[in-house]
């Protein structure tokens, strides 16, 4: 299994906090679906202001910059998921200029 850690922002207004937090609170079965499809096994997504941190569990032979996009395609409403989502959010400025969701380095591991 592999991890992931990576982080982006949500914009800076109370109003589309809120609404981002309600949405991810009723998440489309079909995203649910898709993201799964794809090989995510497990994501959690923490807050803190508007500073969003998501912790990923995926499949070994999965590749974030390959495989965590397809899963738009396999269902039309994971575009619109995107879409919505991408309302509220924006680049950190750490974030690559080719990044999102920012890649964030693992520094320590307790096992």
């Not at 207004?13 to 096994?41: Q, T």
């Not at 409403?77 to 989502?85: F, G, I, S, T, V």
Request: hydrophobic content about 40%; glycine content about 2%.
């Amino acid at each position: 299994m592999k991890t992931y850690a990576m982080t982006l922002q949500l914009k800076d207004d109370p109003e589309v906090i809120e609404k981002y937090k309600e949405h991810h609170r009723h998440v489309w079965p079909e995203v649910e679906r898709s993201l799964k499809a794809v090989g995510i096994v497990s994501m959690r997504i923490f807050l803190l202001g508007r500073r969003m941190f998501m912790h990923m569990e995926t499949v070994d032979d999965f590749v974030a910059d390959r495989d965590f996009p397809k899963y738009l395609d396999l269902d039309p409403k994971c575009r619109e998921w995107d879409a919505l989502m991408c309302q509220f959010q924006e680049k950190v400025p750490e974030a690559k200029d080719d990044e999102w969701w920012a890649s964030m380095e693992m520094v320590y591991e307790l096992n």
